[in-house]
């Protein structure tokens, strides 16, 4: 769907993803980000949308596209269905899945798992996209709602838990930064709020770029 311009530009081109079919996924969209995961070098660059459903399962769908260095259009594949397997609990209130890509890894976080929550961990390989790991919460942290937000970088892993108690403070909210380390061994870091409160829930939404991690 062609927009009108901002002021300053040229031309401005948004894509629509509708569900493919339906029903998809209750709240279809709720979540949703990308990323453009290889440079313009001579040839195509490679993006990817990814957004979260719930019903009748946590899922993810994933649509991966090429775009020419001299246009602004993008050539997308059909999407990609990245379940979790997890049945939707028809909670009250949003507990549709979080989403996050880098290009390369897709996390879908399902808050509403049993034990405090879940991350759900997919890649490419040769047979195409499949899971590759689950995270769930360190042992007695007391996480809750887990996965409420995610955000991938390379090989780190940030995770939003803002139903957990901390520093006595019910609900106060926490983040979970997981890192990927030699040996397939992984540091797990626990950030607690600088000044925590009641139902302040920390980690409902997080971002990571680089060595800068923000949360409001």
């Given at each position: 769907?062609a927009?009108?311009?901002?002021?300053g530009?040229?031309?401005?081109?948004?894509?629509?993803f509708?569900?493919?079919s339906?029903?998809?996924g209750?709240?279809?969209?709720a979540?949703l980000d990308?990323a453009?995961?290889?440079?313009?070098s001579?040839?195509?660059?490679?993006?990817?949308?990814?957004?979260?459903a719930?019903?009748?399962t946590?899922?993810?769908?994933?649509w991966?596209?090429?775009?020419r260095?001299?246009?602004?259009?993008v050539?997308?594949?059909p999407p990609?269905?990245?379940d979790t397997?997890?049945?939707?609990?028809?909670?009250?209130?949003?507990?549709s899945?979080s989403?996050a890509?880098?290009?390369?890894?897709?996390?879908v976080?399902?808050?509403?798992a049993p034990?405090?929550?879940?991350v759900h961990l997919?890649?490419?390989g040769s047979?195409?996209?499949?899971?590759i790991?689950?995270?769930?919460?360190?042992?007695?942290?007391?996480?809750?709602h887990f996965g409420?937000?995610?955000d991938?970088y390379?090989?780190?892993?940030?995770?939003g838990?803002?139903r957990?108690?901390a520093?006595?403070?019910?609900?106060?909210?926490?983040i979970?930064?997981?890192?990927q380390r030699a040996?397939?061994?992984?540091?797990?870091?626990?950030?607690?709020p600088?000044v925590?409160?009641?139902?302040?829930q920390?980690?409902?939404?997080v971002?990571?770029?680089s060595?800068?991690?923000?949360f409001?």
């Amino acid at each position: 769907t062609a927009l009108a311009a901002p002021s300053g530009a040229t031309q401005c081109l948004v894509d629509r993803f509708a569900s493919p079919s339906a029903p998809v996924g209750v709240r279809f969209g709720a979540e949703l980000d990308g990323a453009r995961h290889s440079p313009f070098s001579g040839g195509l660059a490679e993006r990817s949308i990814v957004t979260g459903a719930r019903a009748p399962t946590h899922r993810a769908l994933l649509w991966r596209g090429r775009q020419r260095p001299s246009s602004i259009a993008v050539d997308w594949d059909p999407p990609v269905t990245l379940d979790t397997g997890i049945p939707d609990v028809a909670a009250p209130g949003d507990d549709s899945p979080s989403v996050a890509t880098d290009g390369h890894l897709v996390a879908v976080g399902v808050r509403a798992a049993p034990g405090g929550g879940e991350v759900h961990l997919f890649a490419e390989g040769s047979s195409g996209w499949s899971r590759i790991a689950v995270v769930s919460p360190p042992a007695g942290s007391g996480a809750e709602h887990f996965g409420a937000s995610v955000d991938v970088y390379g090989r780190t892993l940030v995770v939003g838990a803002p139903r957990t108690d901390a520093s006595g403070f019910t609900d106060a909210g926490a983040i979970f930064l997981l890192e990927q380390r030699a040996g397939a061994r992984t540091k797990t870091t626990r950030i607690d709020p600088l000044v925590a409160k009641a139902d302040g829930q920390v980690g409902n939404d997080v971002e990571i770029a680089s060595t800068l991690l923000a949360f409001p």
